[in-house]
């Protein structure tokens, strides 16, 4: 696995790649840093960790209620998506866990 340094809200952070995954997470960090940018933006949140937060859960609202693209999977097949999400969050936590503060 190679190593990613990414910027969100001018922080930062080294992040863990699988090979391959470089323009996904680069589309992920700058979906991430667009949010929590419009939020400090907007002027009535100032603490970054309540930024974060607001800005994964209106990311997570986002994904909730976009509609499927992929066609279903067969009843009894792995979810997909599931592991790439647990994988990054994984490597999130890792990369946050440095300093033990979330941002």
Not at 24 to 36: N, T, Y
Not at 75 to 92: F, M, N, T, V
Request: with cysteine; net charge negative.
């Amino acid at each position: 696995m190679k190593q990613m340094e990414v910027t969100i809200m001018g922080q930062s952070y080294l992040l863990g790649c699988p090979e391959g995954g470089e323009a996904a997470l680069a589309a992920a960090v700058a979906q991430v840093d667009r949010e929590m940018s419009a939020i400090r933006d907007a002027g009535k949140v100032k603490a970054r960790e309540r930024i974060a937060v607001l800005a994964a859960l209106n990311l997570a609202y986002q994904l909730a209620d976009a509609p499927r693209e992929a066609p279903a999977a067969p009843a009894g097949s792995p979810d997909i998506a599931s592991p790439d999400l647990d994988a990054l969050i994984k490597r999130l936590d890792e990369a946050l866990g440095h300093d033990g503060q979330l941002l």
